[in-house]
């Protein structure tokens, strides 16, 4: 065993360090092409909420009667496609209120993100503390937790999520407080389970007997295992997010017009599919980019720091 | 495994009972007086009064709860605030739609879903996996009501008057009527009751029930009437499936026995469905029944879109309309449903992997 012994500072500690869980990580995930693709749309997606401004040819609010010559649900106009020259051009069609679609959808870009990324995070902070308490208590506290987060898991996650927007208030915010509230049971459970691994290790047991307190041995020794997996299930949960923001907005239950968000879009053009389908089509299209990213980047991410749990 | 399934089954009691207390206090906790959400802004004060005197509303909280309980167990849900009928009689009408709709989409997805995981698998890599897995990754991140907005516009707008034009809306055509099974095999039946309850909601599946009677008719109508939202209803569960059935085959196919069995000289067809699927089918199982579980979430939507009155749509306006009684029973039933579907699925396991003993 002597001889496995390294200076610091040799050159075998720092090939080490290159080779770190993190780098081979990330190596891993630049090999995955779902993992690329994802991240590539995620940023095409995050580029457009930045530069929203710029991007779109319009304010996402504005009501064009009367600044130009367009009418009610007009569809695209694409001077490239053929459209007359002398019509103003609108890459996604005129909605409802005489407003230009594309610019909604860019902006729209900002709140999808941001209800995505809220959410889970607000989530993941609850699950946590509520995951770890209960892990690393376990007892009574742990069958008290556990119990109530299984009450939560056993309604279909949208209903509860309108019936909780239901008692707080329609509107995007309360939507989104209801959606991380019904996701919460999932990350409370990942961390339990990691907490559950390795409570009793050699390492976390030599580190209370070297005096750490119970706080600093849970979150200095025993959470950073559960970073791995919160880190997949946080990004397939945001797609998930998304997903029901966009349905609770589509009943009326969310954001609120103006606002351009794509679920309100959808759901308060729902009725014209058959005259005006693009303004179902475009917002519709821009859910699915959005959630389909969050996915395969998720997807890439679990093949890369777990392999074990390799879906294909 | 008689004795496993009683324990599981009083093992979930606690959870339907907080599943009962929580939707009792959640139904609560909805602001707003149910008085003024059913009668009107402009109800005044003694004809709300009456209103809360005659559904029990003006007693104290705990005291409601109570008797709510009390009802539960005795099989009575109360009346409907907005309807003024009894619940039940409004579950009996509403579930047979969403159950139709469930099974359909189930089916379609079952269907569709494990042959494309298996194929995927064992082409691994092809042209043909590349497609699959595209697909199930664009069907898990497409938005029901999208697809079912955008299936509606194209068999019902796009491909009429063509032989694939599909209704966008509605069970049945206007003018189409169906005659329960038991007027048409001449039963006496009962004016009311349990069993009463029982052979309407059998009616109500009316595939099943047209089929059985053989009004084909009916049955073709019905049929049509499904096809859309079921489908819109099975992209998810049908992606996740493909998915499942993908991963697992491929764990398996790897295995020593596999090899065995091809060394064997078994056909290729034998090797897979006999070896490799049985053993592949327990994630498989798993993840069937969480979907069947999800497709009450996504019945609310397909329900809406479709223009369906079933069990998603009512629960969504009875929680905007404060009906208590509607959403305390179709909740109720919605969890019952979950724990018989996982009781299910824990069951089934022995059935699929003979080495698994429940105890």
């Known amino acids: 065993m002597a001889s496995t012994s390294v200076p610091l500072g040799s050159s075998s500690v720092r090939d080490y360090r290159a080779n770190s869980l993190w780098r081979l990580t990330l190596r891993r995930i630049f090999r995955q092409r779902p993992a690329i693709i994802g991240m590539t749309l995620l940023g095409l997606l995050v580029f457009c909420a930045v530069f929203a401004p710029v991007i779109a040819p319009y304010d996402p609010e504005a009501v064009l009667i009367g600044i130009e010559d367009v009418r009610k649900r007009e569809p695209p106009c694409i001077h490239l496609l053929g459209c007359p020259k002398d019509r103003p051009q609108h890459l996604m069609g005129i909605d409802g209120n005489v407003r230009d679609v594309f610019s909604r959808i860019i902006f729209g870009a900002r709140i999808s993100l941001f209800i995505g990324i809220t959410t889970v995070s607000f989530a993941i902070i609850v699950g946590t503390i509520l995951g770890a308490i209960s892990g690393y208590v376990g007892g009574w506290v742990d069958l008290v937790i556990m119990r109530i987060l299984d009450v939560l898991l056993a309604f279909p996650s949208l209903l509860l999520a309108i019936a909780i927007v239901t008692v707080l208030g329609r509107g995007l915010q309360n939507a989104l407080l209801a959606i991380a509230i019904v996701s919460i049971p999932v990350y409370a459970r990942v961390v339990r389970a990691s907490v559950l691994s390795v409570k009793e290790s050699a390492y976390v047991l030599a580190s209370r007997a070297l005096g750490g307190s119970h706080f600093h041995v849970l979150l200095r020794r025993i959470l950073p295992n559960a970073i791995p997996p919160l880190i997949v299930q946080g990004t397939l949960g945001i797609g998930t997010a998304i997903l029901d923001a966009a349905a609770l907005s589509f009943l009326g239950l969310g954001a609120q017009p103006p606002t351009p968000e794509w679920g309100t879009m959808l759901g308060t053009e729902r009725n014209q599919v058959f005259t005006a389908p693009h303004l179902v089509f475009f917002p519709g299209l821009a859910i699915m980019v959005t959630v389909l990213s969050f996915n395969l980047l998720g997807d890439g991410l679990r093949d890369a720091i777990d392999p074990r749990l390799k879906q294909g | ?359």
């Open chain 2, 1 to 359: 495994m008689i004795q496993y399934s009683i324990r599981r089954i009083l093992a979930s009691f606690p959870v339907l009972l907080g599943i009962l207390i929580a939707t009792f206090v959640l139904a609560r906790l909805i602001p707003g007086d149910p008085c003024k959400a059913i009668l009107g802004e402009k109800a005044t004060q003694e004809v709300c009064a009456q209103f809360a005197e005659r559904y029990g509303l003006n007693k104290p909280i705990y005291v409601q709860l109570g008797i709510y309980m009390g009802n539960v167990l005795r099989g009575d849900f109360g009346t409907s605030i907005r309807f003024s009928r009894p619940v039940t009689v409004i579950l009996i009408e509403r579930l047979p739609t969403t159950v139709e709709l469930g099974l359909a989409a189930m089916t379609v997805a079952l269907v569709v879903g494990i042959p494309a995981g298996i194929i995927s698998a064992i082409k691994r890599n092809s042209v043909l996996d590349v497609i699959t897995m595209v697909g199930a990754n664009i069907g898990v991140s497409m938005p029901v009501y999208w697809l079912g907005l955008m299936l509606a516009y194209f068999f019902a707008l796009v491909l009429k008057d063509t032989p694939f034009w599909l209704p966008p809306s509605g069970r049945l055509s206007p003018g189409v009527t169906v005659v329960p099974f038991y007027q048409v095999f001449g039963w006496s039946v009962p004016e009311a009751g349990f069993w009463r309850g029982v052979l309407d909601f059998i009616a109500r599946l009316y595939l099943f029930n047209s089929l059985i009677t053989g009004n084909w008719k009916v049955f073709k109508d019905a049929l049509t009437h499904l096809i859309l939202p079921a489908l819109a209803l099975s992209t998810i569960p049908m992606s996740i499936i493909a998915r499942m059935t993908r991963s697992s085959m491929l764990e398996v196919l790897r295995l020593d026995y596999i090899r065995t069995a091809r060394a064997k000289g078994l056909t290729e067809r034998l090797v897979i469905l006999k070896h490799a699927l049985r053993n592949a089918l327990l994630p498989i199982v798993t993840v069937v029944g969480i979907q069947v579980g999800n497709l009450f979430a996504g019945a609310v939507l397909t329900e809406t879109i479709f223009g369906l009155a079933g069990v998603g749509s009512i629960l969504f306006e009875a929680i905007t309309a404060r009906d208590f009684p509607i959403i305390q029973a179709f909740t109720v039933v919605i969890a019952i449903g979950y724990v018989v579907i996982n009781l299910l699925v824990d069951l089934s396991y022995v059935f699929i992997d003979p080495r698994i003993r429940l105890e």
